[in-house]
């Protein structure tokens, strides 16, 4: 089989589940699906081997993945994966927000996980599968900011201890209904400066989206909530002195005189599609927006002298959430309780993403 080639019609075997959930059951999920626990009927799963390339490529139903212990991803964490959303409009259809981009930083984090890449048509096929056969876990248009959220991912399976590549590797989608990120109303984090850990050093995996990633984050994090911080904000490797990212989000700091600056894609951070439309968005609006080094030190002086008034974080799953403190070992320090232009872009990219606003870059893909 040649998944390039070939139309995700032909190319997808499907499975439906035996009993399907009723609209009722359903509606009672979409009311409080919290983020990442109630996931949908359905899975898509492609399997890869060297001999063979991808083959299999099947829609079936949500539920265990049969692996032997020997499997690679148990013992060398070669894992990768996405994190998407699918969005209602008015008239009822589905809308995946620059799927291609996910499909290529997939690809890129595949190389440097060792991993196959996938097509990119086979992943954005994977995705419209998903979502087409379990349409009814979209939460309807004009329940606020609540989406389907959609996690790629690829595991090594080769039965095998031996520490090279897997030969066989399995890519499957999942699928989770996600509420308002802020149910409660926009509460601004709290971020913790880990000196004891970094997140990413030159030559490492932080531009991947690897598993090992966020296993290798959970003890700073942890950390961090015992200092009464939400997240942690990564310094760079060598220095300890540049600002990198949070666990899963990008940072933004907006000044006074309208300049905005996040740090630049060096390698160690990872290059965040929220990221990158911002940085769009704002320059269209004639910011200057600057990516470059940022030290922690400017920082704390540019709040503390009033010259940045806002600073935010992005990721597709929070959108943007403003950042209200900073706190490390030996101080804190309080954000201005400004939000205008966290809060205006914030907007005008759900706006796009649900269809409100003008999609003028071309960044929607109807799914469904
Ligand atoms: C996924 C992720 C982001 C955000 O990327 P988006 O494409 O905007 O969702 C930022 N940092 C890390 C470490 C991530 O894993």
């Known amino acids: 089989m040649t998944p390039t080639t070939t139309s995700a019609q032909e190319f997808f075997a499907r499975t439906e589940a035996a009993e399907r959930r009723s609209a009722d059951e359903i509606g009672q999920i979409l009311e409080n699906p919290g983020f990442g626990s109630k996931f949908t009927e359905h899975m898509v799963l492609i399997d890869w081997d060297k001999d063979q390339g991808w083959h299999d490529a099947r829609v079936v139903p949500y539920g265990p993945i049969p692996l032997e212990p020997s499997a690679a991803v ?139 990633n966020y296993a290798a984050s959970l003890a700073s994090q942890a950390e961090g909530i015992e200092h009464g911080c939400d997240q942690v904000v990564f310094l760079d490797a060598q220095e300890h002195t540049y600002v990198e990212e949070l666990g899963g989000m990008n940072l933004f700091f907006v000044y006074a005189d309208g300049r905005i600056v996040t740090p630049e894609l060096s390698g160690t951070i990872l290059p965040g599609i929220t990221r990158s439309s911002l940085v769009e968005l704002a320059r269209e609006r004639g910011h200057d927006v600057q990516e470059r080094q940022f030290s922690i030190d400017e920082w704390r002086d540019g709040v503390a002298s009033g010259e940045i008034t806002e600073v935010f974080a992005c990721g597709t799953a929070a959108v943007i959430s403003p950042v209200g403190r900073l706190a490390w070992n030996g101080g804190s320090l309080e954000m201005p309780d400004t939000h205008e232009v966290t809060m205006s872009l914030r907007q005008e990219l759900l706006d796009i993403q649900y269809g409100r606003g003008e999609d003028g870059h071309g960044w929607l893909y109807q799914l469904v």
């Open 74 to 212: 148990f013992h060398y964490a070669q894992e990768i994966f996405e994190g998407m959303k699918a969005y209602r409009h008015d008239d009822g259809s589905v809308w995946a927000f620059r799927p291609e981009r996910n499909a290529e930083r997939f690809n890129a984090s595949a190389r440097r996980l060792a991993l196959p890449e996938l097509p990119p048509s086979v992943f954005i096929d994977a995705i419209k599968e998903l979502v087409t056969i379990d349409q009814g876990w979209v939460p309807p248009a004009g329940s606020g900011e609540m989406s389907l959220y959609l996690r790629p991912f690829m595991i090594a399976t080769e039965e095998a201890l031996g520490v090279r590549p897997s030969n066989k590797a399995l890519f499957c989608v999942i699928a989770s209904p996600a509420g308002a990120y802020f149910a409660g109303g926009l509460k601004p984090v709290s971020l913790w400066v880990s000196e004891l850990y970094v997140r990413a050093a030159k030559g490492g995996t932080g531009a991947a989206k690897c598993g090992g």
